[in-house]
Nanobody
Framework: QVQLVESGGGLVQPGASLRLSCAAS????????TAWFRQAPGKDQEFVAA????????YYADSVKGRFTIFRDIAKNTVVLQMSDLRPEDTAVYYC???????????????????WGQGTQVTVSS
């Protein structure tokens, strides 16, 4: 069983930056297509960003394009979501998700993913 462990959430002011990391237990990051989703209180789960198995392809929700970057930290074997220019509407629990293969719904639908992390809270508030 693969376990995904997220880290890096917190409370920041609008305009600040924050970095989230996701590590898969005992597996190289390249074994998975990996994504970040988020869910704000009272709202549906929302796709944020994804990176392909090769790391060559990345995908973003329109709401975060130009502000968020997803990449692999090869040295740490993690997938990182670098978030900049954070806004109050970015407040949510952020989940890391890993897909074994590019099945139906990849990369933007949650049903395409086999493994999920426990979530990390990001709060943007002044």
């Amino acid at each position: 069983q693969v376990q995904l462990v997220e880290s890096g959430g917190g409370l920041v002011q609008p305009g600040a930056s924050l970095r989230l990391s996701c590590a898969a237990s005992g597996r190289p990051a390249s074994d998975f297509g990996t994504a970040w989703f988020r869910q704000a209180p009272g709202k549906d789960q929302e796709f944020v960003a994804a990176i392909s198995w090769s790391g060559h392809n990345t995908y973003y929700a329109d709401s975060v394009k130009g502000r968020f970057t997803i990449f692999r930290d090869i040295a740490k074997n993690t997938v990182v979501l670098q978030m900049s220019d954070l806004r109050p509407e970015d407040t949510a629990v952020y989940y890391c998700a890993a897909a074994v293969r590019a099945g139906s719904g990849w990369p933007r639908l949650g049903a395409a993913y086999n493994y999920w992390g426990q979530g990390t809270q990001v709060t943007v508030s002044s």
